[in-house]
């Protein structure tokens, strides 16, 4: 039956083909990494205002490949190899040893900083994704009472750009119906004005509903059950820090990873089970979590798992060379990883009208 998956099944999904594409500068990885996480919003996502934010990730992330290649051509250090041409050089004082202005542009730069920029373009495609898929407001409803009101600041910031792309939307199509110019420079400054001071209606509209349904409200609470929360709180959100820096930079110790993230975890979890009793609030119709959650769970870490395992058995297929520049080739357990993880676009029910 149609109904909307859980948002942190689509978050963790999301998260997870993002961190395999950050152990990774293969752009045929890359690119199918990008693909996948389109298949997937195109086949789930829903008819509600942010599940349009999808394009606007994207064109951003196009936006972030131009810009690092104009930083590598203008101002980056400079590498190596085949000339294909050379800017006027200015002579830049000692202590910017490493940087210059001008100079000559290689081949195996360019390629380098096309793979840079493709690989923040794709994590700006696998949170667009997110951002599509799940309800920023539902996510806030299931997070657990400990974290209610970083969760507040953290839903309204994920919807500012699902928001953003809706009202700029809106505003450019009465300026088409108008005869406004609603495209080119002429069309942004008119859309600046009205953007902003819908995002300040909103912002009032949200103080206003927070108020009235009761924000804030706190129960007593002995002090030493707060200090103990707060440790376990802090000791957890460090060790969970620790662990996923382990999980996403290959270099790093082999037994640091797993165990941190895991002893977060357990820290984590005490830490929210003791300061669920400081916030009262109820729920109505809390999400399930069902067969369908586990499949996108399931499959985001499947993408991850494989990523990891080419990394260990054969980092150079991840990591292309570029200086000479090496010919990218798609290793199997990374490529099995990565289609797996577009399961959820067949597995899943329809988001509900």
Request: proline share 8%.
């Amino acid at each position: 039956m149609p109904r909307s998956l859980h948002p942190a099944a689509w978050w963790i999904w999301a998260l997870a083909l993002g961190a395999a594409a950050l152990r990774t500068k293969n752009p045929l990885v890359l690119l199918l990494i990008g693909a996948v996480a389109w298949l997937v919003v195109v086949s789930r996502r829903g008819n509600a205002p942010w599940a349009r934010s999808f394009g606007s990730f994207v064109r951003i992330g196009i936006w972030v490949v131009v810009i690092r290649v104009a930083l590598q051509v203008l101002f980056a250090v400079r590498l190596p190899g085949h000339e294909l041409f050379a800017l006027p050089s200015i002579e830049l004082p000692s202590w910017m040893a490493g940087v210059s202005l001008g100079g000559p542009v290689t081949t195996e730069a360019l390629v380098t900083a096309f793979y840079e920029g493709l690989q923040l373009a794709v994590l700006l495609a696998c949170v667009g994704a997110a951002n599509s898929l799940a309800s920023p407001y539902r996510l806030l409803r299931c997070l657990p009472t400990v974290l209610y009101e970083a969760g507040v600041v953290v839903t309204v910031a994920l919807s500012f750009a699902p928001q953003a792309s809706t009202s700029v939307h809106r505003v450019q199509e009465a300026r088409r119906l108008r005869g406004r110019p609603h495209t080119g420079v002429q069309g942004l400054r008119g859309l600046a004005v009205p953007v902003l001071e819908g995002a300040l209606d909103r912002s009032l509209f949200l103080a206003a509903s927070m108020d009235a349904r009761g924000y804030g409200r706190k129960a007593l609470v002995p002090e030493g059950r707060r200090r103990v929360t707060n440790v376990a709180l802090g000791l957890g959100v460090m060790a969970t820090l620790i662990g996923a820096y382990g999980l996403l930079d290959g270099s790093s110790p082999s037994g640091l990873g797993l165990p941190a993230l895991a002893c977060g975890a357990v820290l984590l979890a005490g830490a929210l089970g003791l300061g669920g009793a400081r916030s009262s609030r109820s729920r109505y119709r809390p999400d399930p979590w069902l067969l369908p959650e586990w499949i996108t769970v399931a499959a985001g870490v499947a993408a991850y798992v494989g990523v990891a395992v080419s990394a260990r058995l054969d980092a150079a297929s991840l990591n292309p060379g570029t200086s000479p520049i090496v010919a990218p080739s798609l290793p199997v357990y990374a490529t099995a990883g990565v289609l797996l993880a577009a399961v959820p676009a067949f597995a899943t029910p329809r988001p509900a009208p």
